[in-house]
């Protein structure tokens, strides 16, 4: 949906971003178009590694055709403003699947807007987001299903979880669930935490520095989203950044 | 080796240790037992330089270095190890690869070259074997998973790896059968027992001792040691109980 003026506070999907960047940028090109066609299976590999200070809003605009299915991969990691937003519809049988690390520090606001449209019955959609904020960043998610009361046997997992590494870091979380059919799963959990300082400990009675620790916990924590990249180089390449990333953090 | 002197240690501005004093030299193998809530693990965790431990008065002096100053990754690295009474799960970090970070960063601090992947793996299948440990669970996740008994071997294991000159062992045989100590125990003393190594055992029991003969046995109370001698001392807390032994 693209929307012609400047977006404030009320706007739903707008409530914690950082909407003085937007301004700056707005208006935004319209979203990119995604049609996987019924029975297709999809895949989409999205690295948003903006440069310092940069503001990046992506909006896709999504429909899976009957039986047809998109996985997508996201690390959100760059610029002032990191904004990636999902609509999807999901037609009979479809299936979408997002997997999605959001890794922010200094100043940076990184969110991820997801709205999924169970439009037809026996559709499947898991989300699974990773977010790491360290100094003052801010990550959002802000996740929508709408099951439409003809979409039976809808299911659809949404699983949030947050890692703050200090306390001017931010992490919001927005599930929310609209649904109007009566046989369906939708599960959805979201927690804010922060280093574990037994296992902070417990590594650091083996020999490990305080950095290292850190690093491999934050690696251990978003371990597991991309390892079911198609694509090995492109596989490498999220690794890479996101090692980078968390060491920046510091 | 180990030399304590008038440790005083608060947690939450409560006093747990008040004034322990304890001398431990190369080649010795001691034991502390004592009553719940006298200080043993409190002791450990001060020697290991956990964070909330406070060590208010007294020192502690490790191969003539001050103990107490250092951060907790760096008495490691000098050569201190200390084995938990609950080893901590660490999700989706492997103990292959948590071990060799360990062994790296202790040999970097240490001036070291660090180990290659087959070098380690070498050495990583050679302990885990003396503690009769599958090489597959150490490709799993830190104590993700294991029983009460197999994180306890894989504390041995990390012993056994990292090779320390000291090891601070609390509550080492708890949870675990009978088999399983038998091999623990032997783990400690192919591990350990060694001229130039020591060990302190903290027990609530005995037959821990049957199997690793310590040379000295103190008996913690209060945040003291009440009273110290050799492996008999341990027997008559065994016959006699702690208030009977303490008192005589």
Redesign the interface.
């Known amino acids: 949906m693209t929307v012609l003026s400047v977006p404030t506070r009320r706007d739903e999907a707008w409530r914690y971003s950082d909407l003085d960047a937007a301004a700056r940028v707005w208006p935004v090109a319209a979203p990119e178009r995604i049609v996987v066609a019924p029975g297709e299976a999809r895949t989409l590999v999205l690295l948003q590694d903006g440069a310092e200070g940069e503001i990046v809003i992506r909006d896709h605009a999504v429909e899976i055709g009957a039986g047809g299915t998109l996985a997508v991969h996201l690390l959100n990691s760059g610029g002032a403003l990191g904004r990636v937003t999902f609509d999807v519809t999901l037609a009979r049988q479809a299936h979408f699947e997002l997997k999605a690390a959001l890794i922010g520090g200094e100043t940076q606001t990184l969110e991820l807007i997801t709205t999924l449209n169970h439009a037809e019955p026996e559709a499947t959609s898991a989300q699974t987001v990773r977010a790491i904020a360290a100094g003052k960043a801010t990550t959002n998610y802000l996740g929508q299903i709408r099951v439409a009361r003809d979409a039976q046997k809808t299911d659809a997992s949404q699983s949030f979880k947050a890692m703050l590494l200090g306390r001017t870091a931010t992490a919001n979380a927005k599930p929310e669930l609209e649904i109007f059919a009566d046989d369906v799963k939708c599960a959805h959990g979201a927690s804010i935490g922060q280093l574990?300082?037994?296992?902070l400990?417990?590594?650091?009675?083996?020999?490990?520095?305080?950095a290292?620790?850190k690093a491999?916990?934050l690696?251990?924590?978003i371990?597991?989203l991309f390892d079911d990249m198609a694509d090995e180089a492109e596989r490498e390449r999220f690794a890479t950044v996101a090692r980078a990333k968390l060491e920046a953090l510091g | 080796m180990l030399t304590i002197d008038n440790l005083h240690t608060e947690i939450d501005g409560k006093a747990i240790l008040k004034g322990l004093s304890l001398s431990i030299n190369a080649g010795e193998i001691h034991a502390i037992m004592g009553p719940n809530g006298a200080g043993k693990s409190t002791l450990a965790y001060t020697l290991g330089g956990r964070p909330g431990y406070e060590a208010t008065q007294g020192s502690a002096t490790f191969n003539g270095a001050d103990l107490l100053d250092m951060e907790p990754h760096e008495r490691a690295a000098a050569g201190l190890f200390l084995g938990f009474q609950y080893p901590v799960e660490i999700p989706g970090v492997s103990n292959v690869q948590f071990l060799r970070e360990a062994l790296n960063s202790q040999r970097r601090a240490r001036g070291e070259e660090p180990l290659s992947a087959a070098d380690f793996l070498r050495l990583a299948r050679e302990k885990a074997a003396l503690l009769g440990m599958d090489m597959e669970m150490l490709k799993r996740p830190v104590n993700v998973g294991f029983s009460g008994g197999e994180k306890k071997r894989a504390e041995m294991v990390h012993m056994g790896i990292l090779d320390p000159k000291l090891a601070i062992l609390d509550e080492t045989d708890s949870g675990l059968d009978i088999d399983a100590l038998k091999t623990v125990g032997a783990g400690i003393n192919a591990i350990m027992r060694a001229p130039d190594k020591a060990v302190l055992l903290i027990t609530h029991y005995q037959r821990l001792l049957d199997y690793v003969r310590p040379d000295f046995v103190h008996i913690l109370a209060a945040g003291r040691i009440v009273k110290s001698g050799g492996p008999e001392l341990a027997l008559a807390l065994e016959k006699e109980g702690y208030a009977e032994v303490i008192a005589a």
């Open positions: 574990d300082a037994a296992a400990f417990y590594m650091a009675s083996r020999g490990i520095d305080p290292t620790a491999l916990l690696e251990a924590f371990a597991g």
